[in-house]
């Protein structure tokens, strides 16, 4: 029962290289999401997708881009890595609002250097 | 500016004790309410949550309190256990219409929990 699996689990790049995050779910989710976690300021959402082919910009969006083609897999893309993106990147998923809030289910987080 | 805040980084508890982590919020549209725990090296959880409809959920040693008129909530662990041990995360939804990722989350900064033996 895997739920959200992130890869890469770590990774360094230099400034200006590029890199694609992956996230898998297997609970059938409508829902997933892109987050990063900085000291001090919790979680920021940074693109999330409500269905296979769909995307939308979260809080932080600048920097990265995103794709949905299968409803099971997110992908995180950083074209031009800057040191600013250094931070831990969390992938969640959730059902849609049904009767009621879904809770979102987590990844254990992919940790990015960019040096 | 941050719409869920959480205003104590740390606290520390004794065995046995309670634990009580605060959380405050400004946007009056947020109706769910969640705790997440979080381990290092590891994702967050859910733990708990609370709808705007209602003043308390509990679930085992867990209990959340939701004041709207103060636009607070806050998390009771009682009795506190090493195992407990851990950062904790504040966060609010709120419906946003049609076709919406209505389940969006707007996090605190969070508050790491010591209990101490």
């Known amino acids: 029962n895997a739920g959200v699996t992130q890869t890469p689990k770590f990774r360094v790049l230099k400034t200006g290289q590029s890199m694609t995050l992956l996230c898998a779910q297997d609970?059938?989710?409508?829902?997933m999401y892109w987050y990063r976690q900085d000291p001090g300021m919790g979680l920021r959402l940074i693109h999330y997708s409500v269905g296979e082919g769909t995307t939308a910009k979260g809080e932080v969006p600048d920097g990265y881009n995103v794709s949905r083609l299968k409803k099971q897999n997110f992908l995180l893309g950083l074209e031009s890595a800057a040191p600013s993106q250094t931070s831990v990147y969390f992938c969640?998923?959730?059902?849609?609002?049904?009767?009621?809030?879904?809770?979102?289910?987590f990844g254990d987080g992919t940790r990015l250097s960019i040096l | 500016d941050q719409q869920v805040k959480q205003n104590s980084p740390s606290l520390s508890v004794q065995e046995g004790r309670i634990s009580i982590l605060n959380c405050d919020y400004t946007?009056?549209?947020?109706?769910?309410f969640l705790w997440y725990k979080k381990y290092p090296a590891e994702g967050p959880t859910f733990l708990i949550s609370i709808s705007s409809i209602k003043d308390k959920n509990e679930d085992g040693r867990f209990t959340v309190f939701l004041n709207k008129s103060a636009k607070h909530l806050s998390l009771h662990i009682v009795p506190s256990q090493p195992g407990d041990s851990a950062v904790y995360f504040c966060a609010a939804s709120g419906e946003r219409g049609l076709n919406n990722a209505g389940n969006m989350l707007t996090f605190g900064g969070g508050t790491r929990l010591m209990v101490k033996p």
């Open positions: 946007n009056s549209m947020f109706d769910y």
């Open positions: 969640a998923s959730s059902y849609s609002r049904r009767g009621g809030y879904q809770p979102q289910h």
């Open positions: 609970m059938n989710h409508e829902y």
